[in-house]
C-alpha cells in the first residue's frame, strides 16, 4: 500500500524541474498564503496549489490534503468561535463555561477562523504536493554542499513521513479484518503501535547510515548539474506571483478586517492578485512542443506508400493458413498484424527466407 503523499516519477513539468525551481514555485503560494488574511485572495492560492497538485499528477495527495487541511481549519473555526469573543454581531450566548469564562459565539470571529482556516488548508496542500512532486534524492543532492546533515534529515523526513502513513493504513486494515468476535482496536492501541513501529525503522535506518559511513566527513566530489527547461518557467512564475503579491499588499489589495464588523474588500488590486495567483496554478500544464509536432506529421510532399497489404488480407491470412503449411505461428500473425494497420507491406516471416 503507497501513501498518497509518496514520491512517484513522473514526467511532467514539475517533477522533470530542479528541486529549487519546484520549491520556489510552491514557496511562492505558501508565501501569498502568509501574507494575505483576504478569504478571496486565499481562497485563490487554495485553487492554483490544487491545480498544480492535479496537473502535476498528484490527484490522490490533492485529496488527501484537502481532507486534511479541511478538517484542520473547521477545528480552527471551532476554536476561535468560542475562545475570541470580539464582534459586534452575536449569534448565541453560551454562558459561563468552566475555563472558557463568558462565551459568546461571533459572526466576525467565525469569519477571522474561516480566514485562518484557509490559510493553513492552502499550506498544506502545497506542501503535499510538495511531497508527492519533488524527488527528495535530488533535494539531498543539492543541500549537501550547504548544509549536508540538515538535507539528510529533511529527505528522511520526505520518505519516512508517508511510510508512517502507509503503516497506519494497514494497521487500521488489520483491525477491521480481525472479525465480528474480536475486540474492537481503539485508536490509542493503533498510535502506541504505529509509533513504536517507527521507532524500530529509525533506529535501523540510524545503523545504516552509520555502517554506510555517513557520520564521517569523507572527501565530495563535484555535483553534476541537471539542467531541465521547465526551470525557467516555474522561476518565472514565482517571481511573478511574490511581485504582484508584494504589490498588491502595498496598494491594497489585501483590504481585509473581521472586527469590529465584517468588511471584504474586491477592488480592483485584490481581483489582480486573485487572478494572477489562479493563473499560475496552470505552471505544471505539458505543452506540445514543436519537435514533437513534426515528428508526428509526414514531410511535406510525400505520401503515404501505398499498401498491397491490407487489414482484409491480414485477417484472411489469420483465418486461413497458407496451403501446404501449418498455419501462421503467434510472432507471424502479430507481425501481419502490425504491417496491415501502419499500412506497410508485411515483412517476410523466417519461415519464408529458410525456403528462399
Do not use: W
Not at 230 to 257: C, M, P, T
Amino acid at each position: 500500500m503507497r501513501s498518497p503523499f509518496a514520491y512517484i516519477p513522473r514526467r511532467g513539468p514539475l517533477q522533470s524541474a530542479r528541486p529549487g525551481a519546484a520549491v520556489a514555485y510552491l514557496g511562492a503560494l505558501v508565501v501569498v498564503a502568509f501574507l494575505y488574511s483576504s478569504p478571496p485572495v486565499l481562497l485563490a492560492a487554495g485553487v492554483a496549489a490544487c491545480l498544480a497538485g492535479r496537473l502535476a499528477g498528484a490527484r490522490s495527495a490533492v485529496r488527501a490534503a484537502l481532507r486534511m487541511g479541511l478538517g484542520l481549519a473547521l477545528l480552527i473555526i471551532v476554536v476561535n468561535a468560542l475562545v475570541v469573543d470580539r464582534g459586534e454581531t452575536v449569534l448565541a450566548r453560551l454562558g459561563d463555561l468552566p475555563i472558557l469564562g463568558q462565551v459568546d459565539i461571533t459572526l466576525e470571529a467565525i469569519v477571522a477562523g474561516v480566514s485562518i482556516g484557509l490559510r493553513a488548508a492552502v499550506t498544506m496542500v502545497a506542501f503535499c504536493v510538495y511531497s508527492a512532486c519533488v524527488d527528495p534524492d535530488r533535494v539531498l543532492r543539492a543541500l549537501r554542499p550547504i548544509a549536508a546533515r540538515s538535507a539528510l534529515t529533511a529527505s528522511l523526513v520526505s520518505r519516512l513521513v508517508p511510510v508512517a502513513a502507509a503503516d497506519a493504513a494497514r494497521l487500521r486494515d488489520a483491525g477491521q479484518l480481525r472479525g465480528p468476535g474480536a475486540a474492537a482496536v481503539g485508536k490509542g492501541a493503533l498510535a502506541r503501535r504505529l509509533l513504536a513501529g517507527s521507532l524500530d525503522r529509525a533506529v535501523d535506518v540510524a545503523a545504516t547510515l552509520e555502517l554506510r559511513g555517513y557520520s564521517l566527513g569523507g572527501p565530495r566530489g563535484r555535483q553534476r548539474r541537471e539542467p531541465s527547461r521547465y526551470d525557467a518557467r516555474f522561476y518565472a512564475v514565482a517571481v511573478v506571483v511574490l511581485a504582484a503579491a508584494i504589490l498588491g499588499k502595498v496598494a491594497g489589495a489585501d483590504d481585509f478586517h473581521p472586527y469590529p464588523t465584517i468588511h471584504i474588500g474586491f477592488g480592483a488590486a485584490t481581483l489582480a492578485v486573485c487572478a494572477v495567483v489562479l493563473a499560475s496554478g496552470l505552471a505544471p500544464l505539458r505543452g506540445v512542443s514543436r519537435a514533437s509536432r513534426r515528428r508526428d506529421l509526414p514531410p511535406r510532399g510525400s505520401r503515404r506508400p501505398r499498401s498491397h497489404f491490407s487489414a482484409d488480407s491480414a485477417e484472411k491470412c489469420e483465418r486461413q493458413p497458407r496451403p501446404g503449411a501449418r498455419g501462421l505461428t503467434d510472432r507471424e500473425r502479430a507481425r501481419v498484424l502490425s504491417a496491415a494497420r501502419h499500412g506497410g507491406a508485411a515483412p517476410p516471416s523466417p519461415r519464408e527466407e529458410h525456403r528462399v
